[in-house]
């Protein structure tokens, strides 16, 4: 992860038309992006596509001399985040779809036991199917916070809310996530 004055020195130098510098942002932020956008789009050449445009789009506001006004991965996740929207607008099915990629997020060593295993992978269907479940805008608060590990403070940023409101939607997105886990048990 780069630190703000990091950041500000790469852009800098794409603006001043540095592509290494561009690619370097791009290797630092596209995995975390990727992964944001393939927990919520039903395939993998969705989420390929739909990353490459968050960056074709960031690449063309840097060459526009635009001014960012907030961290740059706050400014890709509003532009994956907006571009999810547009996708699901432009399809009938509207439903959100989360798979294997929760496989990749919860890995188990290969040295533990069959049986854990098995009991892991079904922990992670329940979690997919609740998800899928709750409100997109809780999907998206719960993927930022506990899978790529964002901190209250950039979450509020890229949402435009100030960190307590972030805090209550963090608990009331974990407290809808049981409530469908719990309705599905019983």
Known sequence: MLDLKQEKEIIKQIKKGNKEAFGQLYDTYAPKIYRFIRLKVDSQENAQDLTAETFLRIWDFLNKKRKIKERFQSLLYKIARNLIVDFYRSRTVKEFLIDDIFEEVARIEDDQKSDELVLKQ?????????????????????????????????????????????????????????????????
């Open 122 to 186: 079904e922990e992670i269907k329940e979690l997919r199917n609740a998800l899928i479940r709750i409100n997109p805008n809780y999907q998206d608060i719960i993927i930022w916070y506990y899978v790529d590990e964002l901190s209250i403070s950039e979450i509020a940023e890229i949402l435009n809310k100030k960190e307590g409101t972030v805090r209550v939607l963090i608990h009331r997105a974990v407290n809808a996530l049981k409530r469908v886990m719990l309705t599905e048990e019983n």
